[in-house]
């Protein structure tokens, strides 16, 4: 079956623009992640969705970053007004539930890049 | 410091071999523990979940886990030069908010040589 989908792959905005990243999930599956990765590092999370319900927002840098998954199947990373320190690789994750023994399957990632 | 922490390496060594990499976590209530393989600029991909202490195997990889030592690691036997990647050690904290989040180390790289 498809797994995780991210789009696009690469963005390059100047800094200052607003960007939007989408991720599709595995189909059925509850739980979405955003992690964010910066290059050498591993990957720090960002925000939690079950279902329609963003439960944990506690990673998010800046109220300069939002995140939304209105129906509970696509999610939507946005950044406004973005900096240089917001150039990284972001990943979605989706997992069946958020139990401790779940997987969660990432997407390929979304590489920006802010000039 | 980091909840999780990993020895960034690189680590080389050669093929045949048996690569041993390690993780030590903080002191929280840590449920379960997991080991991804990162190729380069690709995503994670899991390779072993553990949940309790002991050993796991599964093919050429054995995770240990020490609880008590607040220690994981992962042993690849007859490393392959397709073993070299980025490993990530990552850990699920149980209770409160924490909803299956992913706390990772910073990885270790890993280099097979021929």
């Known amino acids: 079956g498809a797994g995780v989908s991210q789009s696009p792959r690469y963005k390059v905005a100047k800094r200052g623009q607003d960007v939007a990243l989408r991720c599709d999930p595995i189909s059925g599956h509850v739980s979405l992640f955003w992690y964010q990765q910066a290059l050498g590092q591993g990957p720090e999370f960002l925000t939690y969705?079950?279902?329609?319900?963003?439960?944990?927002k506690s990673g998010l840098p800046s109220d300069r970053f939002f995140a939304e998954r209105p129906e509970g199947s696509v999610s939507t990373l946005k950044i406004q007004r973005t900096q240089q320190e917001d150039s990284a690789v972001y990943l979605c994750?989706?997992?069946?539930?958020?139990?401790?023994?779940?997987?969660?399957?990432f997407g390929p990632g979304t590489r920006l890049t802010v000039l | 410091q980091k909840e999780v922490e990993q020895n960034s390496g690189p680590l080389s060594v050669p093929e045949g071999a048996i690569a041993s990499l390690n993780c030590t976590y903080s002191d929280r209530v840590s449920q379960s523990f997991f080991w991804y393989r990162q190729y380069s600029g690709k995503s994670p991909e899991l390779i072993m979940s553990i949940y309790s202490n002991g050993d796991k195997e599964d093919g050429r990889f054995t995770a240990q886990l020490n609880k008590a030592s607040q220690y994981v690691s992962l042993l690849i036997r007859d490393s392959q030069p397709s073993d070299s990647a980025t490993y990530l050690c990552?850990?699920?904290?149980?209770?409160?908010?924490?909803?299956?989040?992913?706390?990772f180390g910073q990885g270790t790289i890993l280099t097979v040589h021929p």
């Open positions: 969705f079950q279902n329609e319900a963003q439960l944990d």
């Open positions: 994750a989706s997992s069946l539930r958020d139990s401790q023994t779940d997987t969660q399957y």
């Open positions: 990552a850990v699920k904290y149980a209770g409160g908010t924490s909803y299956g989040k992913l706390t």
